[in-house]
């Protein structure tokens, strides 16, 4: 970069982590909120739900313990179209756009199939598995091709993080320390506004909701076809 070149804003640095982030929390709510508890992000959250819902013998038992054989599944079919990508630079877009189109039919299922009264009807385990399936095609990714990137769904490992550079900065206040305490910050926090933005929108709009977040993976894929924006996130 020349010497008189302006450092990237907050922003050009961390555009990708947030948007992806907020999505991540706002469909997580969403799918949670309507399909009975059903996460379409923390696929280990459904086995939990699914071990209290056999303790107080709620319905929907089968359809939380699917979630994860259906969640390996798009993660082995994802792996294996990203080994046989033949350019690589538009892998990433095409992935982002394979998460933006299940986004669209989680929506468009969830407008159909609504109002959902049966925890254990096919209808949630339809409506859920194409959110779910969105979001396992982004945790794929997460792990291979923007494995430098911290995960935008999974927030345990980035609160974790953001205790650690907490800590690391309040003993030594460096630049470099500020710059990942920053860092993991902004995701932790993305993720909050997401959870909080999905609920409320979600009783504004209802499933309409989830088109508007339709359109930040939208983007993102529209970018990820550009080679220096691919570089800016390397």
């Not at 993720?191 to 993102?220: D, K, R, S, T």
């Amino acid at each position: 970069m020349p010497s008189d070149a302006k450092p990237p804003s907050f922003w050009q640095r961390y555009q990708t982590p947030i948007l992806l982030t907020v999505v991540g929390g706002a469909i997580d709510t969403i799918g949670f909120i309507t399909l009975f508890g059903f996460f379409t992000a923390h696929v280990t959250g459904n086995l939990v739900m699914a071990g209290s819902g056999l303790v107080k013998g709620e319905q929907g038992l089968w359809i939380k313990l699917a979630a994860l054989p259906l969640f390996i599944l798009t993660v082995m079919v994802t792996k294996v179209f990203i080994d046989h990508s033949k350019n690589k630079q538009l892998t990433l877009s095409r992935l982002f756009l394979a998460e933006a189109v299940f986004l669209m039919a989680f929506m468009i299922a969830g407008l159909y199939y609504q109002p959902f009264v049966d925890a254990g009807n096919i209808t949630v385990a339809l409506t859920g598995g194409l959110g779910l399936i969105a979001l396992a095609i982004r945790n794929t990714a997460s792990k291979t091709v923007i494995k430098h990137m911290s995960p935008t769904v999974l927030m345990t490992g980035n609160t974790t993080q953001l205790g650690i550079h907490l800590t690391d900065y309040l003993i030594n206040r460096t630049k470099d320390n500020g710059k990942k305490l920053t860092h993991s910050s902004a995701l932790v926090f993305s993720f909050l506004v997401g959870a909080l933005l999905g609920a409320f929108l979600y009783i504004q709009l209802n499933f309409w909701a989830v088109g508007l977040f339709v359109l930040p993976v939208l983007y993102l894929s529209v970018m990820a076809r550009d080679k220096a924006f691919l570089q800016s996130i390397a």
